[in-house]
């Protein structure tokens, strides 16, 4: 692995970045569905470990792996469901729901998951774009999980959608202008809780990516934060599909920095390499806000006091 | 029809028939029921009695999906556009046949096809952000004229328009009630726009109609008359002469940026002396807001300075209570004042930690907020439960009074005002010009910055046009024309 020393790096953080963004990239897009509807839905971190952890076990108890991305991906529609239907309830605050959803989900899949901490469970395939290498760290990084083309396909989908699609004007409506949408006799509430749940479903999706591809295992500390981070990377991305898929391909980036110096012996501060997308979270943030002016692309009906 | 909400009765047994082609205003002050009866209409409210005949035949519209089914579209006052669609967007969205993929060329052509029957152009590829007022309202007009409703109802239409746009956008109405396209109901409180272009009018007063029938039969004294029933109007204020006093505010080449980081204020600068009202006119987004906001020290402005009594005016708490400066803003619920609090509160907001309301220099005495607040309701005729109720409790026009109350009753040297009488009625309206007047009768200088035209030819002393966040034209009141202002708030001349 020397051999490339420091195209190493980064044929390594750029494989990292493909291997890695995929559960960012679909909690993003997810988010970014559920926003462009005038709604927060601050649970997706529950809905990913939620998702990781029961596409590990239907995996593991069926031995098919696609199997276990549906259910992910149901099980995050069914929690989009609960935050939507609940936030369609007069004076609720979906930020605080979000919140609440968040802690449910963790704590449920902890709860549920103890068992399969132990047993394996049937991965998903990949796509080895690589083969054509002889270098291991190439055939690696060429090493493609089909959900990450998926969500590549997806991005410009999305975007393509919102633009030119009934559903994607009355998704944009609802979340930008709700005295328009009600005017023009749409419910408002019911295609919230829609958008909420297809963000969910997608956000499920995401988890089990990290269960059964990469990592590929299920323990408690398999998140650790990428459903939050997504969300962050929403606003960075302006609410635009195709910008969460390069965004998301820069936190990935990011979080396999460390691994990545690592291979070429740079062993000294691991952890601090480690915190990477955790300062790149904040940097950003800082970056793209303004004391003076609103953000550009945000949907109007956004707010955290409803 | 008849419309009650709780105990109070919003429209009381009204009738009114609009014959295919007609145009027919609806006149009455805030709170006459006119929107409530045209909601009905619409199928947002259900009647409590009454019945709506459409062709003779009954109908029971319980929604506005089915109202727009009929043919019946609404032009809202608050603009039903969606902000960051491009207004081709904005047109189409409204379509009950909205195909689940939108094919964007044959819609294009489309409306292209429908643009060249129309009689005023607009851009159809902006955010519908970006545009001015005026240009949003003709879109609208547009958009119910593109999904063919042949009866249009117009709340407040000309309220942000410019008085040649108004005119325009009025008699495009005209023209087209004329050729039977359409029918139309355009509810105002202007008489000039209902005498000059309706046919027939309908008066509301207190949810009752009181008057109306074909405009050519009636005067504007019998108008007048109808609408306000036995309340009498406050004499207009007379004006002192106050010629040749200091300058009291002045700007100097200022600029400020709005929410998006675009320059809302460009090199302004206008000086006001002690005594005099300078009005500013112009079409709402103009920049307005933002420089009230730079002088209320709610916004940091770019560059440029503020002097008061040729001072430095840093725009601190300190220093408006120095000078006695005070401001009304805009949208005052929204931007100065905190719905939660109480009246007393709100009405406290500069005075609360003066020695007269604290106790040992720093406890608020809620006491003696009372006190103040009790005086200030009854002088300014704030209609509430008491001084403890909450503000979001009061109608528009009392909180607004409150405001006022607040911003009036100190030591006022400078007072800067928007649109102050927007949304109030007539009575509250000369009120509180009059109160503006006496202010600035008592040696105040006023920046008054409003879209009614005849608001400033009644108030100020002098006028600029704002236009596009710079001041391009200046004229005194006195030979001051009305075109000739209109032509500079529509574009630099």
Known sequence: MMELGWWGVLVAVAGGAVRVSTPYLFVSLGETLTEKSGRVNLGLEGTLVLGAMSAYGVAHLSGSPWLGVLVAGVAGAAFGLVHGAVCSLARVNDIAMGIALFLLGTGLAFYLGKPFIEPVAPRLPHLAFGAWSDSPPVRAALDVSPLFVAGAVLAPALRWALGNTKWGLVVRTVGDNSDAAKALGWPVSLVRTLATMAGGFLAGVGGSFLSLHYPGTWNEALSSGQGLMAIALVIFARWDPVACFYASLLFGGATALGPALQSVGVTTNYYLYGAAPYVLTLGLLVYSSSTKHTLVGAPSELTISR | ?493
Not at chain 2, 32 to 52: E, F, Q
Not at chain 2, 232 to 247: F, K
Not at chain 2, 322 to 333: A, K, M, N, Q, S
């Open chain 2, 1 to 493: 029809m008849t419309k009650r909400f709780g105990t109070l009765l919003a429209l009381d047994d009204v009738s009114l028939t609009l014959a295919p082609g007609s145009f027919h205003a609806i006149l009455g002050q805030n709170g006459a029921g006119k929107s409530t009866l045209v909601k009905c209409i619409m199928g947002y409210h259900r009647p409590d009695a009454g019945r709506l005949l459409v062709d003779g035949r009954d109908h029971a519209v319980v929604n506005p999906r089915e109202a727009h089914a009929r043919g019946f579209g609404m032009v809202y006052q608050h603009f039903t556009l969606v902000p960051s669609m491009s207004a081709a967007e904005n047109l189409i969205l409204g379509r009950a046949d909205l195909p689940a993929v939108i094919r964007w060329d044959e819609e294009r052509a489309r409306i292209e096809e429908f643009r060249r029957r129309m009689p005023f152009t607009l851009d159809l590829d902006r955010p519908v952000a970006g545009l001015a007022a005026g240009e949003k309202q003709k879109l609208e007009i547009l958009k119910q004229l593109f999904l063919g409703r042949c009866v249009l109802i117009l709340d407040e239409p000309t309220s942000v328009l410019t008085p040649d746009e108004a005119d325009q956008v009025l008699g495009l109405m005209r023209d087209l009630t004329a050729e039977r396209r359409l029918s139309v109901v355009v509810i105002t409180h202007k008489f000039r726009e209902a005498l000059a272009f309706a046919r027939e009018v309908t008066v509301l007063r207190a949810g009752r109609r009181v008057g109306g029938g074909p405009v050519a039969s009636l005067s504007r004294q019998d108008l007048v008359r109808m609408m306000l029933g036995s309340a009498t109007l406050a004499e207009p204020a007379t004006r002192v002469a106050r010629p040749g006093q200091a300058v009291a505010l002045e700007l100097e080449a200022l600029t400020a940026e709005n929410d998006k980081g675009l320059v809302a204020v460009r090199d302004a600068s206008v000086a006001v002396r002690a005594g005099e009202i300078v009005g500013v006119a112009g079409v709402s987004g103009n920049g307005q807001r933002e420089l009230v906001e730079v002088l209320a020290g709610q916004r940091e402005p770019e560059s440029g300075a503020i002097r008061v009594r040729g001072e430095p005016y840093g725009r601190t708490r300190a220093e408006m209570r120095r000078h006695g400066i005070f401001v009304l803003t805009e949208e005052p619920l929204h931007s100065a004042c905190v719905r939660g609090m109480s009246v007393a509160e709100n009405l406290a907001f500069r005075t609360f930690d003066e020695p007269a309301n604290t106790r040992g220099g720093w406890l608020v005495s809620r006491r003696a907020l009372r006190r103040q607040a009790r005086a200030l309701i009854d002088a300014y005729g704030i209609t509430t439960q008491g001084p403890d109720a909450r503000l979001e409790t009061l109608s528009g026009g009392n909180v607004q009074r409150t405001v006022l109350a607040r911003e009036l009753s100190g030591e006022v040297s400078v007072l800067i005002a928007q649109n102050p009488c927007a949304g109030l009625d007539v009575a509250a309206t000369v009120e509180i010009r009059n109160r503006m007047v006496a202010a600035r009768n008592a040696g105040a200088a006023v920046l008054l910055l409003s879209e009614d035209l005849d608001e400033l030819l009644e108030l100020a002393d002098r006028i600029v046009v704002m236009f596009e966040g710079r001041f391009v034209y200046e004229t005194p009141r006195d030979g001051a024309d009305l075109h000739t202002i209109g032509h500079h708030m529509a574009s630099h001349a």
